[in-house]
T-cell receptor, first 117, second 113 residues
């Protein structure tokens, strides 16, 4: 069974600083995908970044990067130059299944990030 | 282009009542999903539909039924609501490829008393 672990229930970071949100995963699949989603207080789920298990380069999307360490089964999210608008709940998720199948996601319990002045 | 829409936004039910949550997407996506989010937990998959005409159970299907009415619409039905089904329900969709993210609807907050 797939499992996602986020061990940081809450994090604080000062504006303009970088922050790392931890995510470890467990799967017996060789082919999988890792996602990070942001959930602001308004409740919607916003896709941030994706990393495929066969991707050799770490994924980057603007201020977001994913530190993918396959041997350690970790997929940490790094947010650079934090902004007040980054304050939200962040979820790590993993997709099971191969190409051509539905992309069922397993989510972690989330990390609440608070950006301070 | 509205993306994924869900109705209603809020609902209060009494134990034993039934209701259907509606979800529609206008992105011509093949796959659709229903999740629930409980306090302190991540989202958990209830049911999904890989393509029009197919549905499958997810992690927590008990107490729910689904219908993939057509390619656009995927509904979730609670036949006899229970307080344990108090939750926020999210519908999502994605194209049938491995790397595309799921696009989520705004959610339905359901309270069962």
């Amino acid at each position: 069974a797939q499992k996602i672990t986020q061990t940081q229930p809450g994090m604080f970071v000062q504006e303009k600083e970088a922050v790392t949100l931890d995510c470890t995963y467990d799967t017996s699949d060789q082919s999988y995908g890792l996602f990070w989603y942001k959930q602001p207080s308004s409740g919607e789920m916003i896709f941030l970044i994706y990393q495929g298990s066969y991707d050799e380069q770490n994924a980057t999307e603007g201020r977001y990067s994913l530190n993918f360490q396959k041997a350690r089964k970790s997929a940490n999210l790094v947010i650079s130059a934090s902004q007040l608008g980054d304050s939200a709940m962040y979820f790590c998720a993993m997709r099971e299944g191969l190409r051509g199948t539905a992309s069922k996601l397993t989510f972690g319990t989330g990390t609440r990030l608070q950006v301070t002045l | 282009n509205a993306g994924v829409t869900q109705t209603p936004k809020f609902q209060v039910l009494k134990t034993g009542q039934s209701m259907t949550l509606q979800c529609a997407q206008d992105m011509n996506h093949n796959s659709m999903y229903w999740y629930r989010q409980d306090p302190g937990m991540g989202l958990r998959l209830i049911y999904y539909s890989a393509s029009e005409g197919t549905t499958d159970k997810g992690e927590v299907p008990n107490g729910y039924n689904v219908s993939r009415l057509n390619k656009r619409e995927f509904s979730l039905r609670l036949e006899s609501a229970a307080p344990s089904q108090t939750s926020v329900y999210f519908c999502a969709s994605n194209p049938r490829t491995e790397s595309y993210e799921q696009y989520f609807g705004p959610g339905t907050r359901l309270t069962v008393t």
